[in-house]
């Protein structure tokens, strides 16, 4: 079997360069005779590997001075619990923008710590949509304000970043983080697990604006606790370490393909010459809102979805894979983030157009 267009929503491909170069170093990383998942986390030669790493997300996302860089286990999911714990600081309140399976747990889970304001929700109609922002009314007594970047399952995705004033901003980025620049400072705390765009899962990534860390509520567990790592350097336990060099790797190839700049016109292109390959047609079509669309999860259905199974059996066929949608959604998706070539949106669309002009 050749290597397949991986259109996995996560944990999803990754470029071919980094897989290929972690093999080569595999069992001998940079002469220290040894693998990197066998280096002690406190050598030199392992630093060296978690500078790069950090080094290099620092500068993709010319993170500003006054934040921290963590690189914490638990994925995404335990960020939904380590936010409020964290971030409450005396208040008894955040704002949750609704939009998605996703926000759904993140909401549900800081239920447990704090009175939670749904300040807006996409549910009714099954989530198509993100909100503009002359729909927010935000809390200006909140402690923060949780937004979901990317919907991964239902493929909506902020095309703006919400005016929240003095309340920090805090946004779940797992799938699109690195996919186009983005202004950090606007943020408080940016999460994302690694899965879908950076690395292996289990890594999550956290950026933190420095005054945010500190307050934590007295009964936070030392490892949900953000000062604990931000003092031990991620490093309070041992770290998840094959993962970071891996996300390292990641990091190097998107400097050299140039960057966030150009690696979100690549992106662009890709999600809009797939989109339009369903709007011309009537055969396929889209569930969400044209505003609203995410360039990293592209959902459609069939007009007859007795042809689905048909579809993604020649699909595979064709070395196209994991286009199952969402139950919640139905039909198929096409998750196209960073290491999905623009070649692999390509065979996609040519597949569309040949199996509507074969069933349509
Ligand atoms: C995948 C995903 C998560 C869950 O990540 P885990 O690492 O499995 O906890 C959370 N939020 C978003 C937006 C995701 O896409």
Redesign the pocket.
């Known amino acids: 079997m050749p290597r397949v267009y991986n259109f996995s ?2 944990p999803a491909a990754l470029p071919l360069e980094v897989l290929e170069r972690a093999r080569e170093e595999m069992v001998n990383h940079n002469d220290s005779g040894m693998s990197v998942m066998e280096m002690s986390h406190r050598g030199k030669e392992f630093l060296a590997i978690f500078d790069h790493a950090e080094t290099g997300l620092r500068d993709l996302m010319q993170i500003p001075d006054n934040y921290k860089v963590l690189f914490l286990q ?5 960020q939904f619990a380590m936010v409020p714990l964290n971030l409450l600081r005396g208040k008894t309140g955040a704002d949750y923008i609704h939009t998605g399976m ?1 926000s759904k ?1 993140a909401i549900a889970e800081a239920k447990r710590y704090c009175a939670v304001n749904t300040v807006f929700s996409s549910e009714d109609v099954n989530f198509n949509r993100v909100p503009r922002a002359d729909e927010l009314h935000l809390d200006t007594n909140a402690a923060y304000c949780h937004m ?1 970047f ?3 399952i239902f493929g909506t995705e902020f095309h703006y970043i919400p005016d929240t004033g003095d309340v920090p901003l805090v946004t ?1 980025a ?2 699109n983080i690195l996919s186009r620049p983005v202004d950090v400072s606007r943020f408080g705390l940016i999460y994302a ?1 690694a ?2 765009n950076i690395g292996p ?2 890594l ?1 990534i956290v950026i933190i604006r420095e005054d945010l860390v500190g307050s934590a509520v007295d009964f936070t567990p030392t490892m949900f606790n953000y000062e604990t790592h931000v003092k031990g350097n991620s490093m309070f336990n041992t770290p998840p370490t094959y993962s970071i060099y891996i996300a390292g790797l990641v990091f190097e190839w998107l400097r050299k393909k140039g960057g966030l700049v150009e690696i979100e016109k690549i992106n662009i292109r890709k999600a809009d010459k797939l989109y339009s390959c369903i709007d011309k047609s009537g055969f396929y079509s889209c569930p969400t809102e044209p505003e609203s669309r995410s360039r990293m999860n592209v959902p459609f259905t069939l007009s007859d979805s007795g042809l689905d199974e048909k579809f993604l059996e020649e699909a595979k066929a064709a070395g196209l894979v994991t286009l199952k949608g969402h139950r919640s959604v139905g039909g198929m998706r096409a998750s196209i983030y960073n290491a999905m070539p623009e070649e692999g949106v390509d065979a996609l669309i040519n597949f569309m157009e040949e199996f509507e002009r074969k069933y349509g």
């Open positions: 929503a996560g638990g994925g995404a999911s335990s996703w747990k979901t990317n919907n991964t779940d797992s799938s697990g899965q879908k899962s289990g999550a």
